[in-house]
């Protein structure tokens, strides 16, 4: 458990899987947080109640579409009016529209870029100004390992994640005289309702090439995100760390 007492945090995707539980351990180590999500009303009510029972001494829902820059700016300001700051942006929203590129429609390709990468930046550009005035902060954004290694069927989510890694790298060399770090998380495999929607042929392949044998928990992601937004990561920036099992290597 991390140490996040008088810290205040966003979690985009919060209502569920990864997210959901990177919220929890925030609130663990006594985070306030703002859970974002896109819709799914008792998916985020359930999150909330985790997060207040996590011992988050403040928690609210912020529901809106990441791939809103109005939006994002809207969530950053009641975010710091009603819980007093901003000092950790975890930026976990992402979908996955899964194609061969020959078959890929434009909308799809550019809903994944929408969300998956512009949704990260607008919501990094509008907490730079709160966490400057902080005098630091932390940005975690969800890449995966599959923007590390490609994967056929997945070529919009693995640009999406690869530019993560672009965006992660040149933030943290931007805003380092600000003393906010930015860094980046590649999971794995990991259970989720992502994943549960993969043919049981596919994730059968998936565990062969995972050394350690076995999916990932949200959890145990959590906890390196987490790690990355602690102050026990402070001279941690600019950093891609691998939550995969051994599967990329
Ligand atoms: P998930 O279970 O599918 O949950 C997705 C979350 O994102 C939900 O909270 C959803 O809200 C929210 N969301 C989706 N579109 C949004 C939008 N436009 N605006 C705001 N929120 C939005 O996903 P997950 O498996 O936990 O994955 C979380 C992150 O980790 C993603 O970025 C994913 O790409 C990455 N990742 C996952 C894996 C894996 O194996 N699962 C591996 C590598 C990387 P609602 O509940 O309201 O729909």
Redesign the pocket.
Known sequence: MFDFKGKVALV?????????AIAVELARGGASVAL?????EA??AEALALVERAGAPRARLL?????DPAACQAAIDAVVAELGGLHVLVN?????VDQLVMRLKDEDWRRQLD??LT?AFHLIRAATRPMMKARGGAIVN?????GEMGNAGQAA?AAT?AGLIGLTKSVARELASRSIRCNAV??????????AALPEAARGKMLENIPLGRL?S?EE?ARAVCFLASDEASYVTGEVLKVNGGMYM
């Open positions: 985009t995707g919060a209502s569920r899987g990864i997210g959901r974002n999500y896109a819709g799914n998916a985020a529901r809106f579409d990441v791939a976990n929203a992402g979908i996955a969300v998956n949704g969800l890449s995966s390992v599959v989510y994640k590649t999971p794995g495999f990991i259970g989720t309702d992502m994943t990932g949200a992601v």
